[in-house]
């Protein structure tokens, strides 16, 4: 089974149909009854049954609450999954890892433009004069300069740092050694401190961390069943474990923007490495946002003036994907333990009552 976790954007669905202040994050965690949350207990198992997907788990989020938290299918052969049932969430990792560096360096630890050679530098590119222009904010937003993940030979630079976009796990992994050799903790630590103890996101981990196995839902592909796929130590950019409700939880604070300062919030809420081109390319004028391509962490589309920031997590065992905007102070979380889970995506969005401006632009892709 591959460990790698690929980016993939919005055109590979192949879809069969200091802080800011507001609703703390505590009073968000338990679903309030609302239309979405009928709609989505009436239909994902329908949902399940006409994408071929083993199980799907969802959670829901409307003006910073979460409305709808469902789950449908089985997370083993015989075995029901529940919405405490925890899924490797593959790159969904990233966006938690970036939030981790973000919230790190609101606290002074270091900051978004400094050289990463002060503390780190890999063996593999110590002979190469650009590791001196390694930044957090180039790895976080995939200007590294880096392949996905490094080769038989190494770690290597595929084009120089800042010169071009490439998405690259290599580069979030390279941030996690920083921040563990400049700071002292590695950033398994500093997301449980910062993150998962605050936002009561109990069910999330790295690492499973003796946890049974039970727990985490097993992969199936067609008809054939694997164990699920873990880390035995933290990675910045792949197999994190948590459930729907869990990363909605991550996602109220992200609309709360919380933990940071206003200036890095709007750092975190402008495009830093365009990809406009790659998202328009084959679709109606109509549907073509006014701005796209990496945030700090996501994917972000600008539509009609409203922001959206979109990641998705794809391995041989799965398929994931969080969308939020901080406009309305809504987004979905959709876990699937199937590698065709892209097939639940449109289905799932549709039963929630996503925001139709971000579904219409997801549609506008699947379709070209």
Not at 47 to 60: E, I, K, L, P, T
């Amino acid at each position: 089974m591959s460990r790698t976790a690929l980016f993939i954007p919005i055109a590979s669905f192949g879809l069969a149909a200091g802080c800011a202040t507001g609703t703390p994050v505590a009073d968000a965690m338990h679903p309030a009854a609302a239309p979405a949350d009928a709609a989505l207990a009436a239909g994902l198992p329908s949902v399940v049954r006409h994408s071929g997907v083993a199980s799907v788990s969802v959670a829901h989020v409307e003006d910073g609450r979460i409305v709808a938290l469902e789950a449908a299918g089985l997370r083993a052969p015989g075995e029901a999954t529940t919405v405490d049932t925890r899924y490797n969430v593959a790159s969904l990792t990233k966006p938690v890892s970036a939030e981790v560096a973000l919230r790190l360096v609101a606290e002074g630890r270091f900051a978004l433009d400094h050289p990463m050679a002060d503390a780190w530098v890999d063996p593999d590119i110590a002979d190469d004069p650009r590791h001196r222009d390694l930044t957090p904010r180039l790895a976080l937003n995939h200007q590294a300069g880096f392949p996905n993940w490094r080769g038989p030979d190494g770690l290597r630079f595929e084009r120089d740092p800042g010169d071009g976009t490439g998405y690259s796990g290599e580069g979030y992994e390279y941030v996690a050694s920083y921040i563990d050799r400049d700071t002292g903790a590695a950033i398994d630590k500093h997301a449980q401190r910062l993150l998962f103890e605050p936002l009561g996101m109990a069910a999330t981990s790295y690492t499973p961390r003796g946890t049974p196995s039970g727990d985490i839902a097993g992969s199936r592909s067609g008809v054939t069943w694997a164990v699920p796929v873990t880390r035995s130590a933290p990675s910045a950019a792949d197999d994190l474990v948590t459930t729907a409700g869990d990363y909605a939880r991550f996602l109220v604070s992200l609309m709360q923007g919380e933990g940071l300062t206003p200036a890095l919030s709007a750092e975190r809420g402008r495009v830093q490495a365009d990809r406009l081109a790659e998202t328009c390319e084959g679709i109606p004028d109509a549907a073509c946002p006014e701005a796209a391509g990496f945030a700090l962490g996501w994917e972000m589309f600008v539509i009609d003036g409203t922001p959206y920031y979109m990641h998705t997590g794809a391995d041989d065992d799965g398929f994931s994907l969080a969308y939020w905007t901080p406009a309305t102070r809504s987004g979905t979380v959709i876990l699937t333990n199937s590698p065709d889970g892209h097939r639940a995506v449109l289905p799932v969005l549709d039963l929630v009552g996503a925001d139709p401006a971000f579904v219409a632009l997801l549609r506008a892709q699947a379709s070209r």
